[in-house]
DNA sequence: AGTACACCCTGTAGTGGCTACAAGGTCAAC
DNA sequence: GTTGACCTTGTAGCCACTACAGGGTGTACT
Protein backbone atom coordinates (compact mmCIF):
# COMPACT_ATOMS: atom_id res chain seq x y z
CA UNK A 1 0.00 0.00 0.00
CA UNK A 2 2.59 2.19 0.34
CA UNK A 3 5.09 0.96 -2.43
CA UNK A 4 3.04 0.66 -5.74
CA UNK A 5 2.07 4.55 -5.79
CA UNK A 6 3.64 5.60 -9.16
CA UNK A 7 5.64 8.14 -9.93
CA UNK A 8 4.29 10.15 -13.01
CA UNK A 9 0.99 10.27 -14.74
CA UNK A 10 2.23 9.04 -18.13
CA UNK A 11 -0.72 7.80 -19.95
CA UNK A 12 -2.82 8.66 -22.58
CA UNK A 13 -6.49 9.39 -22.86
CA UNK A 14 -6.63 6.42 -25.35
CA UNK A 15 -4.56 4.04 -22.79
CA UNK A 16 -6.81 5.07 -20.02
CA UNK A 17 -9.43 3.96 -22.42
CA UNK A 18 -7.78 0.75 -22.95
CA UNK A 19 -7.24 -0.39 -19.35
CA UNK A 20 -10.37 1.19 -17.76
CA UNK A 21 -12.96 -0.18 -20.18
CA UNK A 22 -14.34 3.28 -20.56
CA UNK A 23 -14.52 5.01 -24.07
CA UNK A 24 -12.02 7.46 -24.47
CA UNK A 25 -15.36 9.68 -25.72
CA UNK A 26 -16.61 8.81 -22.27
CA UNK A 27 -13.70 9.87 -20.28
CA UNK A 28 -13.99 13.11 -22.00
CA UNK A 29 -18.04 13.83 -21.78
CA UNK A 30 -17.25 12.36 -17.89
CA UNK A 31 -14.55 14.97 -17.08
CA UNK A 32 -17.01 18.17 -18.95
CA UNK A 33 -20.00 16.63 -16.90
CA UNK A 34 -17.31 16.63 -13.46
CA UNK A 35 -17.94 13.47 -12.84
CA UNK A 36 -14.16 12.93 -12.48
CA UNK A 37 -11.67 16.17 -11.93
CA UNK A 38 -9.94 17.52 -14.95
CA UNK A 39 -6.66 15.83 -16.24
CA UNK A 40 -3.50 17.53 -15.84
CA UNK A 41 -1.81 18.22 -19.47
CA UNK A 42 1.69 16.84 -19.78
CA UNK A 43 4.26 16.98 -22.57
CA UNK A 44 5.41 19.39 -24.97
CA UNK A 45 1.54 19.23 -26.41
CA UNK A 46 -1.63 19.82 -24.37
CA UNK A 47 -2.98 16.90 -24.55
CA UNK A 48 -4.61 15.11 -20.64
CA UNK A 49 -2.35 12.69 -18.87
CA UNK A 50 -3.16 10.17 -16.46
CA UNK A 51 -1.94 7.67 -13.76
CA UNK A 52 -2.96 4.40 -12.12
CA UNK A 53 -4.91 6.03 -9.57
CA UNK A 54 -7.26 7.54 -12.55
CA UNK A 55 -7.14 3.85 -14.11
CA UNK A 56 -9.00 2.60 -10.87
CA UNK A 57 -11.02 5.49 -10.32
CA UNK A 58 -12.71 5.01 -13.92
CA UNK A 59 -12.95 0.97 -13.29
CA UNK A 60 -14.80 2.35 -10.42
CA UNK A 61 -16.86 4.33 -12.51
CA UNK A 62 -17.57 1.38 -14.67
CA UNK A 63 -18.31 -0.90 -12.66
CA UNK A 64 -21.28 0.99 -10.84
CA UNK A 65 -22.38 2.24 -14.01
CA UNK A 66 -23.17 -1.76 -15.12
CA UNK A 67 -24.68 -1.86 -11.88
CA UNK A 68 -27.33 1.12 -13.25
CA UNK A 69 -25.89 3.94 -10.86
CA UNK A 70 -26.75 7.05 -12.37
CA UNK A 71 -24.19 9.35 -13.21
CA UNK A 72 -25.37 11.82 -10.19
CA UNK A 73 -25.53 8.49 -7.87
CA UNK A 74 -21.79 7.75 -9.09
CA UNK A 75 -20.37 11.44 -8.36
CA UNK A 76 -22.00 10.85 -4.67
CA UNK A 77 -20.60 7.05 -4.73
CA UNK A 78 -16.73 8.76 -5.82
CA UNK A 79 -17.12 11.73 -3.25
CA UNK A 80 -17.64 8.95 -0.22
CA UNK A 81 -14.58 6.76 -1.72
CA UNK A 82 -12.54 9.28 -1.84
CA UNK A 83 -13.86 11.19 1.17
CA UNK A 84 -12.36 10.56 4.87
CA UNK A 85 -12.18 6.92 5.50
CA UNK A 86 -12.92 6.33 9.21
CA UNK A 87 -16.63 8.00 8.58
CA UNK A 88 -19.04 5.19 8.32
CA UNK A 89 -20.58 3.80 4.86
CA UNK A 90 -24.18 4.60 5.85
CA UNK A 91 -24.57 7.03 2.91
CA UNK A 92 -22.96 4.42 0.70
CA UNK A 93 -25.87 1.90 1.46
CA UNK A 94 -27.92 4.29 1.77
CA UNK A 95 -27.49 5.76 -2.27
CA UNK A 96 -26.94 1.46 -2.91
CA UNK A 97 -30.57 0.42 -1.24
CA UNK A 98 -32.14 3.10 -3.02
CA UNK A 99 -31.38 2.10 -6.22
CA UNK A 100 -31.95 -1.32 -5.92
CA UNK A 101 -35.65 -0.29 -4.71
CA UNK A 102 -35.44 1.98 -7.96
CA UNK A 103 -34.28 -1.51 -9.83
CA UNK A 104 -36.84 -3.65 -8.23
CA UNK A 105 -40.02 -1.33 -9.50
CA UNK A 106 -37.93 -1.19 -12.77
CA UNK A 107 -38.25 -5.61 -12.48
CA UNK A 108 -42.07 -5.36 -11.28
CA UNK A 109 -43.65 -2.70 -14.33
CA UNK A 110 -41.36 -4.68 -17.32
CA UNK A 111 -42.35 -8.05 -15.28
CA UNK A 112 -45.96 -6.52 -15.47
CA UNK A 113 -45.61 -5.68 -18.78
CA UNK A 114 -44.31 -8.74 -20.00
CA UNK A 115 -47.11 -10.60 -19.00
CA UNK A 116 -49.64 -8.51 -20.65
CA UNK A 117 -47.66 -8.48 -23.66
CA UNK A 118 -47.77 -12.27 -23.50
CA UNK A 119 -51.01 -12.37 -22.81
CA UNK A 120 -52.42 -10.51 -25.92
CA UNK A 121 -50.06 -12.31 -27.99
CA UNK A 122 -51.34 -15.64 -26.49
CA UNK A 123 -54.59 -14.96 -27.66
CA UNK A 124 -53.83 -14.57 -31.43
CA UNK A 125 -53.06 -17.62 -33.56
CA UNK A 126 -51.24 -15.28 -36.27
CA UNK A 127 -52.78 -16.38 -39.29
CA UNK A 128 -55.86 -14.78 -39.12
CA UNK A 129 -57.09 -12.08 -41.03
CA UNK A 130 -56.71 -8.78 -39.70
CA UNK A 131 -59.57 -7.76 -39.09
CA UNK A 132 -59.58 -10.66 -36.79
CA UNK A 133 -56.43 -10.51 -34.88
CA UNK A 134 -56.47 -9.87 -31.55
CA UNK A 135 -53.60 -8.15 -30.58
CA UNK A 136 -54.41 -5.21 -33.13
CA UNK A 137 -57.85 -5.89 -31.32
CA UNK A 138 -56.32 -5.29 -27.72
CA UNK A 139 -55.09 -2.20 -28.94
CA UNK A 140 -57.94 -0.90 -30.76
CA UNK A 141 -60.08 -1.95 -28.29
CA UNK A 142 -59.06 -3.09 -24.36
CA UNK A 143 -59.54 -6.56 -23.07
CA UNK A 144 -60.20 -9.41 -25.63
CA UNK A 145 -63.55 -9.20 -27.51
CA UNK A 146 -64.04 -5.52 -27.42
CA UNK A 147 -64.92 -5.49 -31.13
CA UNK B 1 -71.27 -0.49 -37.37
CA UNK B 2 -72.62 1.58 -40.02
CA UNK B 3 -74.31 4.29 -37.92
CA UNK B 4 -72.05 5.29 -35.09
CA UNK B 5 -69.63 7.49 -38.10
CA UNK B 6 -69.81 10.81 -36.91
CA UNK B 7 -70.03 13.88 -39.25
CA UNK B 8 -67.20 16.14 -38.77
CA UNK B 9 -64.44 16.35 -36.84
CA UNK B 10 -65.39 18.47 -33.99
CA UNK B 11 -62.48 18.13 -31.24
CA UNK B 12 -59.82 20.39 -30.47
CA UNK B 13 -56.48 19.22 -30.15
CA UNK B 14 -57.20 19.57 -26.26
CA UNK B 15 -60.30 17.82 -26.11
CA UNK B 16 -58.47 14.35 -28.28
CA UNK B 17 -55.77 14.63 -25.21
CA UNK B 18 -58.12 14.12 -22.64
CA UNK B 19 -60.46 11.35 -24.53
CA UNK B 20 -57.51 9.70 -25.48
CA UNK B 21 -54.99 10.30 -22.92
CA UNK B 22 -52.47 11.20 -24.66
CA UNK B 23 -50.96 14.87 -23.91
CA UNK B 24 -51.70 17.52 -26.65
CA UNK B 25 -47.65 18.18 -26.93
CA UNK B 26 -47.28 14.28 -27.57
CA UNK B 27 -50.09 14.40 -30.68
CA UNK B 28 -48.35 17.65 -32.39
CA UNK B 29 -45.13 15.42 -31.80
CA UNK B 30 -46.49 12.75 -33.40
CA UNK B 31 -47.97 14.26 -36.15
CA UNK B 32 -44.52 16.01 -37.19
CA UNK B 33 -42.85 12.40 -36.50
CA UNK B 34 -45.68 11.08 -39.02
CA UNK B 35 -46.75 8.68 -36.77
CA UNK B 36 -49.85 9.81 -37.41
CA UNK B 37 -51.49 11.84 -40.39
CA UNK B 38 -51.22 15.65 -40.68
CA UNK B 39 -54.74 17.00 -38.67
CA UNK B 40 -57.51 18.92 -40.99
CA UNK B 41 -57.70 22.16 -40.47
CA UNK B 42 -61.26 23.78 -39.45
CA UNK B 43 -62.89 26.59 -38.37
CA UNK B 44 -62.16 30.66 -39.07
CA UNK B 45 -58.97 29.98 -36.95
CA UNK B 46 -55.99 27.12 -38.48
CA UNK B 47 -56.63 25.28 -35.64
CA UNK B 48 -56.52 21.14 -35.69
CA UNK B 49 -59.92 19.41 -36.03
CA UNK B 50 -60.29 15.77 -34.69
CA UNK B 51 -63.11 12.95 -35.08
CA UNK B 52 -63.65 10.01 -33.36
CA UNK B 53 -61.80 7.92 -35.28
CA UNK B 54 -58.60 9.82 -34.46
CA UNK B 55 -59.78 9.24 -30.93
CA UNK B 56 -59.36 5.35 -31.20
CA UNK B 57 -56.30 5.47 -33.13
CA UNK B 58 -54.64 7.80 -30.13
CA UNK B 59 -55.91 5.08 -27.60
CA UNK B 60 -54.53 2.61 -30.20
CA UNK B 61 -51.44 4.40 -30.09
CA UNK B 62 -51.21 4.76 -26.73
CA UNK B 63 -51.96 1.18 -25.47
CA UNK B 64 -48.57 0.05 -27.99
CA UNK B 65 -46.46 2.46 -26.35
CA UNK B 66 -47.85 1.13 -22.79
CA UNK B 67 -47.00 -2.27 -24.13
CA UNK B 68 -43.42 -0.77 -24.89
CA UNK B 69 -43.74 -0.73 -28.76
CA UNK B 70 -41.18 1.60 -30.26
CA UNK B 71 -43.12 4.35 -32.47
CA UNK B 72 -41.52 2.85 -35.60
CA UNK B 73 -43.05 -0.32 -34.59
CA UNK B 74 -46.18 1.82 -33.86
CA UNK B 75 -46.18 3.06 -36.96
CA UNK B 76 -46.04 -0.58 -38.34
CA UNK B 77 -48.79 -1.49 -36.41
CA UNK B 78 -50.93 1.33 -37.83
CA UNK B 79 -50.14 0.13 -40.99
CA UNK B 80 -51.49 -3.24 -40.55
CA UNK B 81 -54.06 -1.78 -39.03
CA UNK B 82 -55.44 0.39 -41.39
CA UNK B 83 -54.14 -1.93 -44.37
CA UNK B 84 -56.84 -4.72 -46.42
CA UNK B 85 -58.59 -6.48 -43.21
CA UNK B 86 -58.59 -9.84 -45.30
CA UNK B 87 -54.49 -9.62 -45.00
CA UNK B 88 -53.39 -12.84 -42.82
CA UNK B 89 -51.93 -10.81 -38.91
CA UNK B 90 -48.32 -12.37 -39.64
CA UNK B 91 -46.40 -9.64 -39.58
CA UNK B 92 -47.98 -8.02 -36.58
CA UNK B 93 -47.57 -11.60 -34.66
CA UNK B 94 -43.48 -11.14 -36.20
CA UNK B 95 -43.40 -7.76 -34.68
CA UNK B 96 -44.73 -8.92 -31.03
CA UNK B 97 -43.26 -11.78 -31.23
CA UNK B 98 -39.69 -9.79 -31.34
CA UNK B 99 -40.54 -6.95 -29.25
CA UNK B 100 -41.78 -9.72 -26.31
CA UNK B 101 -38.07 -11.42 -27.22
CA UNK B 102 -36.63 -7.62 -26.35
CA UNK B 103 -38.43 -7.15 -23.49
CA UNK B 104 -37.27 -10.30 -22.05
CA UNK B 105 -34.18 -10.02 -22.71
CA UNK B 106 -34.00 -6.89 -21.16
CA UNK B 107 -35.88 -8.82 -18.23
CA UNK B 108 -33.05 -10.82 -18.04
CA UNK B 109 -29.88 -8.47 -17.81
CA UNK B 110 -31.69 -6.45 -15.02
CA UNK B 111 -32.75 -9.24 -13.27
CA UNK B 112 -28.84 -10.25 -13.32
CA UNK B 113 -27.90 -6.92 -12.38
CA UNK B 114 -30.61 -6.83 -9.38
CA UNK B 115 -28.78 -10.15 -8.27
CA UNK B 116 -25.19 -8.88 -8.33
CA UNK B 117 -26.24 -5.51 -6.80
CA UNK B 118 -28.46 -7.21 -4.23
CA UNK B 119 -25.07 -9.44 -3.62
CA UNK B 120 -23.15 -6.63 -3.16
CA UNK B 121 -25.29 -4.86 -0.90
CA UNK B 122 -25.87 -8.09 1.51
CA UNK B 123 -21.89 -7.91 1.89
CA UNK B 124 -22.10 -4.51 3.96
CA UNK B 125 -23.69 -4.23 7.44
CA UNK B 126 -23.97 -0.56 6.82
CA UNK B 127 -21.66 0.63 10.00
CA UNK B 128 -18.43 0.04 8.93
CA UNK B 129 -15.87 2.56 8.20
CA UNK B 130 -15.91 3.80 4.61
CA UNK B 131 -12.51 2.29 4.12
CA UNK B 132 -13.68 -1.54 4.63
CA UNK B 133 -16.85 -0.73 2.86
CA UNK B 134 -17.96 -3.62 0.95
CA UNK B 135 -20.27 -2.06 -1.48
CA UNK B 136 -17.23 0.41 -2.37
CA UNK B 137 -14.44 -2.60 -2.61
CA UNK B 138 -16.84 -4.12 -5.09
CA UNK B 139 -16.97 -1.16 -6.93
CA UNK B 140 -13.14 -0.53 -6.70
CA UNK B 141 -11.72 -3.89 -7.02
CA UNK B 142 -14.11 -6.68 -8.43
CA UNK B 143 -15.24 -9.91 -6.19
CA UNK B 144 -15.30 -9.38 -2.79
CA UNK B 145 -11.76 -9.20 -0.56
CA UNK B 146 -10.00 -7.88 -3.16
CA UNK B 147 -8.45 -4.98 -1.61
C1' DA C 1 -67.16 47.53 -28.73
C1' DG C 2 -64.07 46.09 -25.41
C1' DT C 3 -61.80 42.78 -22.69
C1' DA C 4 -60.70 38.84 -20.04
C1' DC C 5 -59.27 34.31 -20.31
C1' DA C 6 -58.83 29.73 -22.02
C1' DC C 7 -57.18 27.63 -25.52
C1' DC C 8 -54.32 27.07 -29.68
C1' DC C 9 -50.07 27.91 -32.79
C1' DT C 10 -44.86 27.27 -34.11
C1' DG C 11 -40.31 26.76 -32.75
C1' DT C 12 -36.66 25.73 -29.72
C1' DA C 13 -34.20 23.74 -25.79
C1' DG C 14 -33.80 20.22 -22.46
C1' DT C 15 -33.76 15.26 -20.55
C1' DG C 16 -29.47 10.85 -19.83
C1' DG C 17 -25.46 9.06 -21.11
C1' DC C 18 -23.29 8.73 -24.10
C1' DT C 19 -21.68 7.96 -29.62
C1' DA C 20 -20.17 9.79 -33.92
C1' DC C 21 -18.54 12.70 -36.51
C1' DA C 22 -15.82 17.22 -38.56
C1' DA C 23 -11.88 19.84 -38.83
C1' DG C 24 -7.78 20.49 -37.24
C1' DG C 25 -3.33 19.92 -34.03
C1' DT C 26 0.66 16.96 -32.24
C1' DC C 27 4.00 13.32 -31.78
C1' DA C 28 7.09 9.54 -32.76
C1' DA C 29 9.20 6.79 -36.06
C1' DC C 30 11.29 6.22 -40.27
C1' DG D 1 9.93 15.67 -44.21
C1' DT D 2 6.27 12.88 -44.38
C1' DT D 3 3.32 9.34 -43.05
C1' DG D 4 0.00 7.82 -39.88
C1' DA D 5 -1.66 7.13 -35.32
C1' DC D 6 -3.13 9.54 -31.91
C1' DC D 7 -5.00 13.75 -29.65
C1' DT D 8 -7.92 18.35 -29.41
C1' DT D 9 -12.51 21.05 -29.24
C1' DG D 10 -17.05 21.51 -30.74
C1' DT D 11 -21.34 20.02 -32.47
C1' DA D 12 -25.16 16.92 -33.81
C1' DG D 13 -27.66 12.80 -33.01
C1' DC D 14 -30.16 9.09 -30.33
C1' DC D 15 -35.36 8.22 -27.98
C1' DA D 16 -39.90 9.93 -26.91
C1' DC D 17 -41.28 13.12 -25.36
C1' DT D 18 -41.80 17.69 -21.88
C1' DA D 19 -41.51 22.49 -21.06
C1' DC D 20 -41.24 26.54 -22.15
C1' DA D 21 -41.33 31.40 -24.98
C1' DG D 22 -43.77 34.44 -27.57
C1' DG D 23 -47.52 35.08 -30.02
C1' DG D 24 -52.45 34.25 -32.23
C1' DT D 25 -57.50 32.96 -31.82
C1' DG D 26 -62.19 31.88 -30.03
C1' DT D 27 -65.74 32.78 -27.02
C1' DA D 28 -68.25 34.65 -23.26
C1' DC D 29 -69.44 38.39 -20.77
C1' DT D 30 -69.90 43.12 -19.83
Same mark, same amino acid.
Given at each position: ???????????????????? /???? @?????????? #?????????????????????????????????????? @?????????? /????????????????????? $???????????????????????? #???? $?????????? /??????
Amino acid at each position: MSENEQAEPTLSIGELATRS /GVSA @EAIRYYERER #VVPAAARGGPGRYRRYDEADVERLQFIRRARELGFSLD @EVRELLALND /GSPSRPCTDVNRIARAHLAQV $DEKLERLGALRAELDRVIGECAGV #VPVA $DCRILGALSG /GPASDR
